[in-house]
Protein backbone atom coordinates (compact mmCIF):
# COMPACT_ATOMS: atom_id res chain seq x y z
CA UNK A 1 0.00 0.00 0.00
CA UNK A 2 0.70 3.43 -0.60
CA UNK A 3 -1.12 6.52 0.04
CA UNK A 4 -0.55 9.82 -0.96
CA UNK A 5 -2.72 11.83 1.13
CA UNK A 6 -3.16 15.78 1.27
CA UNK A 7 -5.59 18.49 2.91
CA UNK A 8 -6.23 22.23 1.52
CA UNK A 9 -9.96 22.86 3.65
CA UNK A 10 -8.15 24.63 6.02
CA UNK A 11 -5.12 27.51 6.36
CA UNK A 12 -3.16 23.94 6.29
CA UNK A 13 -1.81 23.04 3.10
CA UNK A 14 -0.79 19.55 3.80
CA UNK A 15 0.24 16.42 1.98
CA UNK A 16 1.93 13.52 3.19
CA UNK A 17 3.25 9.96 2.11
CA UNK A 18 1.59 6.17 3.66
CA UNK A 19 2.96 3.29 3.17
CA UNK A 20 -0.03 1.40 5.38
CA UNK A 21 2.31 0.83 8.38
CA UNK A 22 3.78 4.52 8.68
CA UNK A 23 4.53 8.36 7.05
CA UNK A 24 7.11 7.98 4.87
CA UNK A 25 7.26 12.08 4.03
CA UNK A 26 5.42 15.16 5.16
CA UNK A 27 5.17 18.28 4.17
CA UNK A 28 2.76 21.24 5.61
CA UNK A 29 2.73 25.32 5.05
CA UNK A 30 -0.03 27.50 6.87
CA UNK A 31 -0.97 29.76 4.09
CA UNK A 32 -4.81 30.82 4.01
CA UNK A 33 -4.50 32.34 0.42
CA UNK A 34 -2.11 29.97 -1.49
CA UNK A 35 -3.72 26.78 -1.42
CA UNK A 36 -3.78 26.65 -5.36
CA UNK A 37 0.61 27.72 -5.28
CA UNK A 38 1.67 25.73 -2.39
CA UNK A 39 -0.31 22.06 -3.56
CA UNK A 40 1.63 20.85 -6.27
CA UNK A 41 5.33 21.64 -4.63
CA UNK A 42 4.50 20.12 -1.72
CA UNK A 43 3.45 16.83 -3.47
CA UNK A 44 6.21 16.93 -5.44
CA UNK A 45 8.24 16.94 -2.13
CA UNK A 46 6.76 14.67 -0.28
CA UNK A 47 7.27 12.28 -3.27
CA UNK A 48 10.63 12.69 -3.98
CA UNK A 49 12.11 13.01 -0.04
CA UNK A 50 9.63 8.87 -0.18
CA UNK A 51 11.51 8.41 -3.84
CA UNK A 52 8.81 7.04 -5.20
CA UNK A 53 6.72 8.47 -8.87
CA UNK A 54 2.77 8.86 -8.87
CA UNK A 55 2.73 5.17 -10.70
CA UNK A 56 4.34 3.74 -7.14
CA UNK A 57 0.61 4.87 -5.77
CA UNK A 58 -2.37 2.46 -4.60
CA UNK A 59 -4.72 5.46 -3.77
CA UNK A 60 -4.86 8.99 -3.19
CA UNK A 61 -6.83 10.33 -0.65
CA UNK A 62 -7.83 14.36 -0.13
CA UNK A 63 -9.58 16.20 2.94
CA UNK A 64 -13.27 17.02 2.23
CA UNK A 65 -14.04 19.63 4.33
CA UNK A 66 -16.04 21.48 5.32
CA UNK A 67 -14.00 24.17 4.62
CA UNK A 68 -14.02 27.95 2.33
CA UNK A 69 -15.19 26.79 -1.16
CA UNK A 70 -12.14 28.06 -3.16
CA UNK A 71 -9.13 26.13 -0.88
CA UNK A 72 -11.61 22.96 -1.11
CA UNK A 73 -11.88 22.89 -4.05
CA UNK A 74 -8.03 22.97 -4.73
CA UNK A 75 -7.33 19.66 -2.97
CA UNK A 76 -10.40 17.78 -4.69
CA UNK A 77 -9.76 18.97 -8.01
CA UNK A 78 -5.78 17.97 -7.91
CA UNK A 79 -6.88 14.48 -6.19
CA UNK A 80 -9.39 13.45 -9.39
CA UNK A 81 -6.87 14.66 -11.78
CA UNK A 82 -3.82 12.94 -9.94
CA UNK A 83 -5.55 9.67 -9.82
CA UNK A 84 -7.04 9.55 -13.25
CA UNK A 85 -2.73 10.48 -14.41
CA UNK A 86 -1.74 7.32 -11.82
CA UNK A 87 -4.46 5.13 -12.62
CA UNK A 88 -5.44 4.83 -8.93
CA UNK A 89 -8.78 5.59 -6.90
CA UNK A 90 -9.11 8.75 -5.01
CA UNK A 91 -10.81 9.09 -1.87
CA UNK A 92 -12.71 11.73 0.19
CA UNK A 93 -11.92 11.94 4.38
CA UNK A 94 -13.58 14.53 6.32
CA UNK A 95 -11.08 16.76 7.33
CA UNK A 96 -12.52 16.87 10.96
CA UNK A 97 -12.09 13.28 11.58
CA UNK A 98 -8.59 13.87 10.31
CA UNK A 99 -7.83 16.50 13.22
CA UNK A 100 -9.97 14.09 15.85
CA UNK A 101 -7.32 10.88 14.85
CA UNK A 102 -4.56 13.17 15.36
CA UNK A 103 -5.77 14.56 18.99
CA UNK A 104 -5.54 11.09 20.08
CA UNK A 105 -8.28 12.05 23.05
CA UNK A 106 -9.04 8.94 25.49
CA UNK A 107 -12.47 10.39 26.08
CA UNK A 108 -15.20 12.46 24.21
CA UNK A 109 -14.72 15.50 22.75
CA UNK A 110 -15.29 18.35 19.89
CA UNK A 111 -13.11 19.31 17.21
CA UNK A 112 -13.69 23.12 15.50
CA UNK A 113 -12.07 24.84 12.57
CA UNK A 114 -12.44 28.39 11.70
CA UNK A 115 -15.49 29.00 9.56
CA UNK A 116 -15.13 32.41 9.11
CA UNK A 117 -18.31 34.89 9.47
CA UNK A 118 -17.49 34.36 13.55
CA UNK A 119 -18.64 30.64 12.65
CA UNK A 120 -17.35 27.16 13.31
CA UNK A 121 -17.24 24.17 11.89
CA UNK A 122 -17.49 21.24 14.23
CA UNK A 123 -18.21 17.57 15.19
CA UNK A 124 -18.42 15.57 18.04
CA UNK A 125 -16.74 12.34 18.84
CA UNK A 126 -16.63 9.36 21.41
CA UNK A 127 -12.75 8.68 20.34
CA UNK A 128 -10.23 9.94 18.21
CA UNK A 129 -12.19 7.66 14.95
CA UNK A 130 -15.74 7.62 16.02
CA UNK A 131 -17.48 11.02 15.08
CA UNK A 132 -21.15 11.08 16.87
CA UNK A 133 -22.57 14.25 15.22
CA UNK A 134 -21.90 16.70 12.77
CA UNK A 135 -20.48 17.95 10.52
CA UNK A 136 -21.84 21.15 11.08
CA UNK A 137 -21.39 24.93 11.19
CA UNK A 138 -22.47 27.26 14.03
CA UNK A 139 -21.46 30.46 16.14
CA UNK A 140 -19.25 29.03 18.96
CA UNK A 141 -21.26 29.91 21.26
CA UNK A 142 -23.65 27.00 20.00
CA UNK A 143 -20.68 24.41 20.61
CA UNK A 144 -21.90 21.85 23.29
CA UNK A 145 -20.76 22.37 26.96
CA UNK A 146 -18.05 20.41 29.08
CA UNK A 147 -15.89 18.92 26.36
CA UNK A 148 -12.34 19.77 24.72
CA UNK A 149 -12.34 21.43 21.50
CA UNK A 150 -9.30 20.26 19.40
CA UNK A 151 -8.40 22.49 16.84
CA UNK A 152 -8.18 26.17 15.21
CA UNK A 153 -12.23 27.08 15.83
CA UNK A 154 -11.46 26.24 19.85
CA UNK A 155 -7.99 28.53 19.87
CA UNK A 156 -10.05 31.48 17.81
CA UNK A 157 -13.04 31.85 20.01
CA UNK A 158 -11.38 30.63 23.45
CA UNK A 159 -12.68 33.54 25.23
CA UNK A 160 -15.97 32.16 24.08
CA UNK A 161 -16.10 28.10 24.68
CA UNK A 162 -13.05 28.82 27.51
CA UNK A 163 -9.75 28.37 27.21
CA UNK A 164 -9.26 25.26 29.71
CA UNK A 165 -11.63 23.47 26.96
CA UNK A 166 -9.42 23.61 24.11
CA UNK A 167 -6.46 21.62 23.63
CA UNK A 168 -4.68 19.28 20.63
CA UNK A 169 -3.43 19.84 16.94
CA UNK A 170 -5.06 23.56 15.62
CA UNK A 171 -4.54 22.32 12.06
CA UNK A 172 -4.91 18.84 10.43
CA UNK A 173 -2.11 16.79 9.64
CA UNK A 174 -1.93 14.55 5.99
CA UNK A 175 -0.08 11.96 8.02
CA UNK A 176 -3.13 11.48 10.30
CA UNK A 177 -5.59 12.04 6.93
CA UNK A 178 -3.38 9.64 5.82
CA UNK A 179 -2.97 7.00 8.65
CA UNK A 180 -6.71 6.95 9.20
CA UNK A 181 -7.36 6.31 5.84
CA UNK A 182 -4.64 3.73 5.58
CA UNK A 183 -5.97 1.77 8.46
CA UNK A 184 -9.63 1.83 6.93
CA UNK A 185 -8.68 1.10 3.09
CA UNK A 186 -6.54 -2.38 4.60
CA UNK A 187 -10.04 -3.66 5.45
CA UNK A 188 -11.57 -3.40 2.23
CA UNK A 189 -11.68 -5.66 -0.88
CA UNK A 190 -10.56 -3.77 -4.21
CA UNK A 191 -14.04 -4.26 -5.09
CA UNK A 192 -15.35 -2.48 -1.97
CA UNK A 193 -12.57 0.30 -2.78
CA UNK A 194 -13.54 1.04 -6.29
CA UNK A 195 -17.11 1.40 -5.60
CA UNK A 196 -16.50 3.61 -2.53
CA UNK A 197 -14.12 5.92 -4.45
CA UNK A 198 -16.77 6.53 -7.30
CA UNK A 199 -17.96 9.91 -7.43
CA UNK A 200 -21.80 10.54 -7.58
CA UNK A 201 -23.77 13.94 -8.43
CA UNK A 202 -23.56 16.76 -6.71
CA UNK A 203 -21.91 17.31 -3.42
CA UNK A 204 -22.21 17.40 0.02
CA UNK A 205 -24.32 20.18 1.60
CA UNK A 206 -26.52 19.20 4.39
CA UNK A 207 -25.43 17.75 7.97
CA UNK A 208 -27.47 14.62 6.83
CA UNK A 209 -25.56 13.91 3.49
CA UNK A 210 -22.50 14.44 5.86
CA UNK A 211 -23.57 12.04 8.66
CA UNK A 212 -24.52 9.19 6.10
CA UNK A 213 -21.01 9.28 4.62
CA UNK A 214 -18.53 6.91 6.79
CA UNK A 215 -14.85 7.58 7.21
CA UNK A 216 -13.75 6.90 3.91
CA UNK A 217 -15.96 8.15 0.86
CA UNK A 218 -15.83 9.33 -2.77
CA UNK A 219 -14.07 12.46 -3.02
CA UNK A 220 -17.09 14.99 -2.48
CA UNK A 221 -16.66 18.13 -0.73
CA UNK A 222 -18.84 19.19 1.96
CA UNK A 223 -20.02 22.82 2.01
CA UNK A 224 -22.69 22.94 4.72
CA UNK A 225 -23.45 26.44 3.39
CA UNK A 226 -23.57 28.29 0.10
CA UNK A 227 -20.39 30.12 -1.30
CA UNK A 228 -20.12 33.63 -0.77
CA UNK A 229 -20.25 34.36 -4.22
CA UNK A 230 -23.56 34.64 -6.13
CA UNK A 231 -24.81 34.37 -9.45
CA UNK A 232 -26.32 37.98 -10.32
CA UNK A 233 -29.89 38.04 -11.06
CA UNK A 234 -32.09 39.49 -13.62
CA UNK A 235 -31.28 43.43 -13.70
CA UNK A 236 -34.43 45.82 -12.28
CA UNK A 237 -36.52 46.96 -15.20
CA UNK A 238 -35.96 51.28 -15.36
CA UNK A 239 -39.46 53.09 -15.63
CA UNK A 240 -39.20 56.54 -17.08
Avoid: N
Amino acid sequence: MLVLAFDTATPAVTAALHDGERVLAESTTIDARRHGELLAPAIERVLRDAGVTLRDLTAIVAGTGPGPYTGLRVGLMTATALAATAGVPAFGVCTLDALAYAAQSPGPFLVATDARRKEVFWARYGDRETRLDGPRVDRPHDLPGDLPVVGAGGRLYADIVGPGRVEGPEHPSAGALAALAAGHLAALTDEEAAEIARVPEGRVDSVEKARELGVLGPPRPIYLRRPDAQVPGAPKKVTA
